[in-house]
């Protein structure tokens, strides 16, 4: 009987924890360029951190401390462990992508890690999403009558045809804040928080925004008498 005592008392306590942690978060792999593990890009690997257990793909696993995700591996890494991994993965985030990836992954050519693994997460139909690196985004960008040259022009063809494959090619800053917040339910995507959104918050409640986003004056101090804890998060390119 005692022993009986003993495991009940054991299994209140794990089902009391795992209440207080709330649902399981899912799993996404990151797979990242050199320019995604600098300052600038380390910022995006935070945000995208508190709401999926991230795993990483750098060229040199010495890039990322391998205590802060699930998992850290190199781009040399054996097919078995990184296709055990995007099976696992209930997202696929490529993070500073080339153009070399871009154009191959558009036109289905798999001859590199980042193409094979893209071309295999697209076969899985897996949510891909894909951020290029910085100097590419001014191409990668349509904006009315603006007048874009050939080169670009081709260039802009690949992301249209990798989108039509089903993947997420992010470009302008309203995207950015719609897939980096995916899978957190406090986020608000709205620019402009007004006293009527904040109103229909429940009181004490936390809610999370873009710094683009336009909080009105009042809407400020419906926040302070409500006691709602407003997160901002940088998701600018």
């Known amino acids: 009987m005692a022993d009986r005592e003993l495991v009940r008392q054991i299994v209140e306590e794990v089902v009391e924890r795992l209440m207080k942690q709330g649902p399981t978060r899912k799993r996404a792999v990151a797979v990242c360029w050199s320019e995604a593990m600098t300052d600038s890009g380390q910022i995006r690997l935070e945000e995208l951190e508190k709401r999926w257990d991230l795993v ?9 401390d391998p205590n802060r995700y699930e998992a850290v591996h190199s781009w040399e890494a054996d097919e078995a462990l990184w296709d055990r ?5 209930e997202r696929m985030i490529f993070l500073g992508v080339d153009q070399d990836t871009l154009v191959k992954g558009a036109r289905q050519i798999a001859d590199t890690f980042p193409t094979r693994l893209l071309a295999r997460s697209l076969l899985k139909e897996k949510e891909v999403c894909l951020v290029p690196e910085k100097h590419l985004l ?6 009315p009558g603006n007048r874009i040259n050939p080169y670009c022009r081709k260039i802009l063809e ?3 045809e990798l989108r039509s494959y089903g993947a997420t090619v992010v470009t302008t800053p309203e995207e950015i804040r719609g897939s980096f917040a995916v899978g957190d339910p406090r986020f608000l995507d709205v620019l402009l928080l007004d006293a009527e959104k904040v109103q229909s918050l429940p009181e004490g409640s936390t809610v999370v925004v873009s710094s683009s986003t336009l909080v009105t004056p009042l809407a400020k101090d419906f926040v302070r008498e409500r006691k709602i804890n407003v997160q901002v998060i940088d998701l600018e390119m």
């Open 56 to 64: 990483l793909f750098t060229p040199e696993r010495s890039l990322a």
């Open 85 to 89: 991994e995007l099976t696992q993965a």
């Open 138 to 143: 001014w191409t990668t960008r349509e904006k």
């Open 158 to 160: 690949c992301v249209h």
